[in-house]
């Protein structure tokens, strides 16, 4: 907390400072064009446009030219100039669950929202029709429902728009391990009145690996039109499709074994790092399509319609390899695998907004008022071969880790569909399968009770349905109603410049049936996430430098925690607990001409506060980093004989991350022992250069040019890349 505190101190002595340059400086600076770093007002937040100055929500976005100047493709690679956001393990492209997972506030989040509605990808998202990154902190089931959210946060995609002229680009990429790319971005009029515009925005990305094996190929295309008849009414039509063909990132997972109490940190077990432990065709091909359909009508000068609807689809197939610990020691590891066949899962969401904004009396209302219907099909089928290697009974044995010589591209393609094989008709696969239905209405209202005061009320009231499938074992039917409140206040103490702001806001989580310790049935309350927040928000130098500092509490009750008993091994009571609270500080910068930077630190501290006395009072292992912070600076030449070029430098710092933190009782001696394993602290620098006309573009980067070796993981360790270049030449037209 000291550390926040002065550099909350070091930030307001430079904002004052800066204030009192001369006013040819200032000047100097507002003849530049700011399009990028400096936080956007954002119009999906909280479902109405509102400045992030009078937004009592906390907020990240990074825009498009951002990740064009770091030569970033991919989603996944932008997370890292999101404060408070760590990645915990890439996409693997299975259907359902296959997409990247984050870390926000010391919960797990994913990817689900693409222009405020549903729009799930489970394969690697490529950037190529990405204008805006939009990461909303905090629990927001007011507004978003429990299906698309997390308690964390949430993630939303703001997506390229058809515009009235023709134009484009093409560009090509190539660099470390057998990368190359080509991408084109396409915008036309279809229509002389210039009512009926079509986008086209598409790429190919083929990738290989820092170890023995492994690779990713992803094609995405992303069609758009839009339709605008009368200046009242508009029609916008979007797809995408996200396929992924790859031999899946090295996953490690660990397991309880006495070896835990050997080594506690993944440097301990003297891994080859290149070594990815697996043979080839070792493949799985994922597959997301989406479609997005929405109409805008305006009703009068002060109510909106929008209405929208959104269907989204995955489907895996192929194999999923891991790695595990179990045992006595760590000099030797189980290898095991996870596949799926026509796995499938597909979601619809149906959402109808009125917006308005009108003054009663003398107070501003900005209200919406909404309907979200959600239905998800699950149809997943994982199976598994209880371990790849074999004794001569059958019995699943360890591989050594450091054993010269030994053949462990004998783990390949063609050797696990044998053992599939001769397995059929007698394989015990997991399914998920059934139907969830969501209904859901929510009001929201702005109300500015002065012109430098104004407060958010919401409400939603969320019905939730789940139909397990018939073969899913004592599958139950469940229907719940709940209730979700938001309140937001906002002081602006120099208008449109600093404010003071302070938020509740909550979410839940509707969870499965459970055994008592009397072995009866029943049915779980949803669980619920409340958080308290307050802090700060600059915008000046008419937005040039714009800051927020918070702080936040966020406390999950009604959690499932075990409490076995001799008659139900399994028996669980909700009554468990977790509060995560910590402090974020986050600032966009355009101090300078051409010179600009984004910046953040944060600090959480989670914890279970009434749980299973293995886990009581221990950070979760899924919480992810307790330190995070990230920086990019960046300057161009903005005129000269130099203008257009431009240099960025940049990094991200984790502090350590236990993957493994509990206690294990032994039943029969009741000893304690602690399990603890640590993934270590990293810090990874990266850097870019680019040239800039207006007909081309020439750029190159290079990431983890220190060539740090660092790993991240949800419960699991996942070696990262070393260090890599790639260059991209853009034609643009």
């Not at 790859?246 to 835990?260: P, R, V």
């Not at 695998?337 to 917006?355: L, P």
Request: aromatic residues 12%; positive net charge.
């Amino acid at each position: 907390m000291k550390q926040v505190l002065i550099c909350a101190s070091l930030l307001g002595s430079l904002l004052v400072s800066a204030q009192e340059k001369d006013s040819t400086a200032l000047k100097s600076i507002d003849e530049v064009i700011i399009n990028t770093y400096v936080k956007k007002d954002s119009d999906y937040s909280n479902k109405m446009p509102l400045k992030a100055i009078e937004n009592p929500q906390v907020y990240s976005s990074v825009d498009k030219v951002i990740l064009e100047n770091q030569g970033i493709f991919t989603v996944d690679d932008a997370f890292k100039n999101i404060t408070g956001l760590q990645t915990m393990w890439t996409s693997n492209g299975r259907a359902g669950d296959g997409g990247a997972y984050v870390s926000l506030r010391g919960f797990v989040s994913s990817n689900s929202l693409r222009n405020g509605v549903l729009g799930a990808v489970t394969s690697t998202i490529d950037a190529v029709n990405l204008e805006k990154l939009e990461v909303l902190k905090g629990p927001s089931g007011t507004l978003f429902g429990s299906l698309l959210t997390s308690y964390g946060g949430v993630i939303n995609r703001v997506t390229k728009k058809p515009f009235e002229t023709f134009g484009g680009n093409v560009s090509l990429a190539g660099g470390s391990y057998d990368t190359y790319r080509a991408a084109v971005d396409i915008n036309t009029p279809l229509t002389n009145d210039k009512k009926l515009l079509f986008r086209l925005n598409s790429a190919y990305t083929n990738e290989g690996t820092f170890q023995t094996e492994g690779f990713r190929r992803n094609l995405a295309i992303a069609p758009s039109l839009s339709y605008k008849p009368t200046d009242r009414l508009s029609i916008n039509l979007d797809m995408e499709l996200f396929q992924m063909k790859s031999m899946s990132d090295q996953t490690f997972f660990f397991y309880s074994g006495k070896y835990l109490q050997k080594v506690n940190n993944i440097r301990n077990l003297n891994l080859d790092y290149k070594n990815s432990y697996l043979g080839k065709d070792l493949t799985n091909t994922g597959r997301s399509i989406n479609f997005f359909g929405q109409v805008q009508y305006k009703i009068s000068n002060s109510i909106t319609s929008s209405t929208n609807f959104s269907s989204s689809s995955s489907y895996s197939e192929g194999f999923m390899p891991y790695l595990y610990f179990m045992g006595d020691d760590a000099t030797s590891m189980y290898r095991s695998d996870q596949s799926t066949r026509d796995s499938r899962k597909k979601s619809i969401n149906f959402q109808q907004n009125f917006n308005g904004d009108f003054k009663i009396g003398n107070l501003r209302n900005r209200v919406v008022l909404g309907f979200d219907y959600l239905r998800v099909n699950n149809n997943q089928n994982f199976y598994d071969v209880n371990g790849f290697d074999k004794n001569a009974a059958g019995e699943s044995v360890p591989v050594p880790l450091h054993q010269p010589g030994f053949n462990y591209t004998n783990f390949n393609g063609a050797a696990l569909q044998s053992m599939y094989n001769g397995m059929a008709g007698n394989e015990k696969p997991y399914l998920i399968s059934g139907t969830q239905e969501n209904y859901a209405v929510y009001l929201s209202n702005v109300l500015n009770i002065t012109n430098n005061l104004n407060v958010l009320m919401a409400l939603r009231v969320d019905n939730f349905n789940n139909k397990p499938g018939a073969d899913v074992a004592d599958g139950k039917k469940m229907n719940q109603t709940f209730f979700s409140p938001k309140l937001g206040v906002v002081y602006e103490v120099i208008k449109d410049k600093v404010s003071l702001f302070g938020n509740y806001q909550n979410s839940f989580k509707n969870l499965s049936y459970y055994v008592d310790g009397a072995g009866a049935t029943n049915t779980p309350l949803p669980e619920q996430a409340n958080q308290m927040e307050g802090g700060i928000k600059t915008s000046l130098f008419n937005g040039k430098v714009s800051s927020t500092f918070s702080y936040y509490n966020i406390k999950v009750k009604d959690v499932l925690r075990n409490v076995p008993t001799v008659d139900a091994p399994n028996a669980q009571i909700q009554d468990g607990t977790i509060v995560s609270r910590g402090v974020e500080l986050e600032v966009n910068a355009y101090l300078v001409k051409g010179f600009t930077a984004i910046a953040g630190f944060t600090y959480n501290d989670s914890k279970y506060t009434q749980s299973d006395k293995s886990v009581l009072d221990r950070r979760p292992n899924t919480s992810g980093s307790p330190y995070l912070a990230n920086l990019y600076a960046s300057y161009q030449f903005l005129d000269g004989k130099l203008k257009g070029l431009g240099f960025g430098v940049g990094g991200n710092y984790a502090s350590e991350n236990k993957i493994v933190n509990n206690v294990e009782t032994d039943p029969v001696t009741h000893v304690a022992t602690e399990n603890v394993f640590t993934l270590p602290s990293y810090f990874v620098l990266n850097a870019s250069a680019y040239y800039d006309t207006k007909r081309f573009r020439i750029g190159v980067k290079v990431d983890n040019f220190t060539n740090e070796r660092y790993w991240i993981g949800y419960t699991t360790a996942n070696p990262q890349k070393l260090i890599n270049a790639v260059g991209t030449l853009t034609y643009k037209f």
